[in-house]
């Protein structure tokens, strides 16, 4: 089964803070993706990427950077965090093409103060 | 654009009775594939089931699922709810270039 997981766990930062959450998935997944999850609005995707040095842009991608190193590792960074942030972020993976189901990590609860 | 609709955001529904989510999508890809996820209380979104040929059910854990592509439609169903499927149900369109779009989900509380 699918691996994928997540770090920190929760964060608090205050407005202007800089934040990286990462995600890590141990799979050989092509794909990764960051969503944040708000109640109203589900799930929204932020950035995502088909291998490592690739980034797409998502749905929502203001305020926000991804990097992927690495296959395994793909990193959502704020540079100056708005309380507007504050989400509950959850990072996935997929085998190949679109007919492969998402294993999603634990999610990271971020809270910007 | 591409887009995916639930039009509830809450179905509450007695243990033992039908319940149905709807999910409809607009896109202009031919070649689609479609998912339910499933999120209990304070965990990740999981795969339920998936389906991406036209008019073939696809059934897991109970529940089940029709792509209807004529009507945009991929409604899911289960003849009867159990107080362990209270949860978060999303319904995700997934594109030909590994775009992926949700729903706004689905949040089913089934009552004893």
């Known amino acids: 089964e699918a691996a994928v997981t997540q770090s920190p766990r929760n964060k608090v930062t205050v407005t202007g803070g800089n934040v990286t959450l990462s995600c890590r998935q141990t799979?050989?997944?092509?794909?990764m993706y960051w969503y944040r999850q708000d109640t109203g609005h589900g799930l929204r995707l932020i950035h995502y990427s088909y291998g490592a040095g690739n980034l797409q842009i998502g749905d929502v991608p203001d305020g926000y950077k991804a990097t992927r190193t690495t296959q395994e590792d793909f990193f959502l960074l704020l540079e100056l965090a708005s309380p507007s942030q504050t989400s509950l972020y959850f990072c996935a993976s997929q085998f190949r093409d679109n007919h492969y189901e998402q294993y999603f990590g634990p999610g990271t609860r971020l809270t910007v103060l | 654009g591409d887009s995916v609709t639930q039009t509830e955001g809450l179905v509450t529904v007695t243990e033992g009775l039908p319940v149905k989510l709807n999910c409809t999508y607009q896109?202009?890809?031919?070649?689609?594939?479609f998912f339910w996820y499933v999120q209990y209380l304070n965990e990740a979104p999981q795969v339920l089931l998936k389906s991406s040929t036209d008019n073939k059910r696809t059934e897991h854990q109970g529940f089940h699922a029709t792509l209807h592509k004529s009507s945009s439609s991929f409604h899911l169903q289960k003849s009867s709810a159990q107080l362990s499927d209270s949860a978060l149900y999303y319904c995700a369109l997934s594109l030909s270039n590994n775009r992926i779009f949700f729903g706004d989900g689905t949040q089913l509380v089934v009552k004893p």
């Open positions: 896109t202009t890809y031919l070649t689609i594939a």
């Open positions: 799979n050989s997944h092509n794909y």
